[in-house]
């Protein structure tokens, strides 16, 4: 297996590693289709932070560390950027007024 092959086969297996531990902590009713869910939602975030990070000079772990970090916060992330996406939406002038003012 390439060397690049092989950092996306382990970027999507602390995913998948991180979506467990979440569910295991995770103290509500736990179905399939919330397990399948929460391996694609951390999956996809890890794939888009591992991506980022390709061009970045840092180390193999730390790189593994952060991939690892954003797989575990995946829901948050994305529920995050959801929000954001629904104020750019409702009013995108105040929306980019309260980024320069920096969230205020």
């Known amino acids: 297996m390439n ?3 092989s950092a996306k086969v382990l970027t999507v297996s602390i995913a998948a590693g991180a979506a467990v531990v979440r569910l295991v902590m ?3 009713h736990i179905t399939l289709v919330v397990i399948l869910r929460a391996v694609f939602v951390a999956a996809f975030v890890a794939y888009l932070v591992g ?3 390709t061009g970045v000079n ?3 772990g730390l790189k593994n560390a952060l991939v690892g970090v954003a797989s ?3 829901r948050e992330l994305i529920e995050g950027l959801i929000q954001l996406a629904q104020q ?3 009013n995108p002038k105040e929306f980019l007024n309260s980024l320069r003012k920096g969230g205020k």
Do not use: H, P, V
Request: no cysteine; charged share 40%.
């Open 3 to 5: 060397n690049e092959l």
């Open 26 to 28: 995770d103290a509500r």
């Open 51 to 53: 991506e980022a990070l």
């Open 58 to 60: 840092i180390s193999e």
């Open 72 to 74: 575990l916060l995946s």
């Open 88 to 90: 750019w939406k409702k």
